[in-house]
């Protein structure tokens, strides 16, 4: 499991005094940071070589302003060329949000997936904690 | 059907040419506004009745700057307190991304999900369309 | 002047049932659309030729929800290789807020700014309103 | 001074490779967070007292993903009701931008400035260094 914490900011609050339903996916997209590390050397933009296939999100309860978030994110299944991502936002010790996203290895010039290379697979089975 | 037609935003590209994966959540919500009409008179905060529950989306094909996209939202499903909103982005004649929403009538001062009136559940059905 | 009208979205709100003072400058990127046309044909992002120096905003009074706001955008200086672009948001025939990009013509491959060509500059002296 | 580090996001960047320029203000906003601290105990916005007047930003170098920011935050002019604070995101030993943001002790209630109460200017003294 990968775990990423950090403050919410003022501006992903709304109108309705809590955190915003879209920033939770921008919370989980840096929730997967760590796997893109997998992936890509030194995040290096020029070589990225992964794409989102699908998000879901389920919202269990109000996130809130001035405490700390923790996005924990585990690899989930592992296919040929994509990978499940589950992930949860954890406020003051209760699971606000779990979601889950298909990622894929995709080469950007073909403009296909491609198999996952075998010494990432290796990483990534490493962190394999099926549901 | 509810269709709304904007300009992606500059700011809405991330690296990799494209459109980046959490703004399309951020368009589904602007498509709800006509939903969000029929549950909240003048769209008054203060007396919101509204909450997301979960939110889906199939990423597709990639989705451009610098051509118009429309959003088309649908009512598919109607419960007694909650119904499901599928919603897809269609960019040069091309569906890009296709989601669900299940949005739920909710009481804020008593924090919990209420029956949907029937006034509003008479507009509703009348934008039904079960998948 | 250039105008753009659109509705605030509800996730551009804050806790403060406001619009967050961070989307003003989206909003100022989105109004200075047409200048970005007449800089790049077709918004091609692989010949983007322009950077930003510089934003201002001046707060003049809360912004909502819920009622469409005008940005109206006019290139108030023209220099050899930038300009000034002054903008402002109007809502319920209100100015809400106010400010300035200073543009910059820019050669992302030298990685350096180059005077502005002749066909573009008179194409933005039709819009120059000096303040 | 206040610092506050973090990763830039993945969707913080645009289609030129680099961090939008729209999310600076974001960042300073982030980076602000301890003074909104000595003005609203524990951060609960039924109690928010300050609002922003104007923020500028100059764009001295892009800033990139995939190496840390700081956000480096100085109180730079105490005045009765508003003050000054002067912004910078470094990265990689590299000022890439700076900005001001001029801030108003406000009540919301009244829909007025007010005057900075004696404790808070106190605390705001003790870190405040001019330009």
């Given at each position: 499991m990968f775990?990423?914490?950090?403050?919410?900011?003022?501006?992903?609050?709304?109108?309705?005094?809590?955190?915003?339903?879209?920033?939770?996916?921008v919370w989980f997209e840096e929730g997967r940071t760590p796997i893109f590390e997998l992936f890509v050397p030194q995040l290096d933009l020029s070589r990225w070589n992964l794409i989102l296939a699908s998000v879901h999100v389920d919202f269990l309860a109000q996130t809130y302003y001035g405490q700390p978030v923790t996005i924990e994110t585990r690899i989930t299944r592992l296919g040929g060329a994509s990978f499940d991502v589950?992930?949860?936002?954890?406020?003051?010790?209760?699971?606000?949000?779990?979601?889950?996203?298909?990622?894929?290895?995709?080469?950007?010039?073909?403009?296909?997936?491609?198999?996952?290379?075998?010494?990432?697979?290796?990483?990534?089975?490493?962190?394999?904690?099926?549901?």
């Open positions: 775990t990423t914490q950090f403050d919410p900011r003022f501006m992903e609050t709304d109108a309705l005094g809590h955190i915003n339903n879209t920033v939770i996916p589950s992930q949860q936002v954890v406020q003051d010790g209760k699971i606000t949000a779990r979601g889950k996203a298909v990622m894929v290895h995709f080469d950007y010039e073909a403009n296909q997936s491609a198999p996952i290379p075998a010494p990432i697979r290796t990483a990534l089975e490493a962190h394999l904690s099926p549901e």
